[in-house]
Structure formats: structure tokens, C-alpha cells
């Protein structure tokens, strides 16, 4: 270790579950995952890959299963992720 590295901190990612419980599993319905395809397919009319946009709107689901907590509708809580993610996945091309 060098001087400069001395007294440092290391900064550690912020531990996410690694499997969704049942209760999760529970917010993912069909239902659910219809309506994050249909985000995908706002998107897809943009000139994106419909399957990549898919997966980044199911991820975006299951990122906002993870994190929600009773309080708004699960509907409006996961659209901002599914959002989110999308529109990363479309940054990444650009």
C-alpha cells in the first residue's frame, strides 16, 4: 500500500437480492408483463430491436418487484422503471 492510498475507503456496490420471494414473483403477472411489452413496442416503432427493448422493460419489472413497497399502485411505481430502463437500452445504441 502507498502513502496515497492510505486512509482511503473502498466503495462496495450495493448488495441486491439475487432471487425474488414469492411475494415478488407475485407482482410479476401477465398482466405485468404485457404492459411492460407494450412500452417496448412504443419504442420499437423508433427503429430499435423489438426483443432487446423486451428484455429491458422485463428488467426494468423485475427492478421495480425488488424495490417496491406498499404504497402507490405497483402499476405506476413499475413504470417508471420499466421507462428507465428502456430508454437506457436505447442510449446504449445511440
Not at 70 to 76: D, V
Request: glycine share 4%; proline share 2%; charged share 25%.
Amino acid at each position: 500500500m502507498t502513502w496515497a492510498m492510505k486512509g482511503r475507503k473502498t466503495l462496495r456496490p450495493k448488495a441486491e437480492p439475487t432471487s425474488l420471494t414469492a411475494a415478488q414473483r407475485t407482482l410479476i403477472s401477465a398482466d405485468m408483463m404485457a404492459y411492460a411489452d407494450a412500452w417496448a413496442h412504443r419504442y420499437c416503432k423508433r427503429g430499435f430491436c423489438l426483443d432487446d427493448l423486451k428484455q429491458a422493460a422485463y428488467l426494468g419489472l423485475c427492478v421495480a418487484a425488488l424495490r417496491y413497497k406498499n404504497g402507490a399502485s405497483f402499476k405506476t411505481f413499475a413504470t417508471y422503471y420499466i421507462r428507465k430502463y428502456l430508454l437506457m437500452e436505447m442510449k446504449s445504441f445511440l
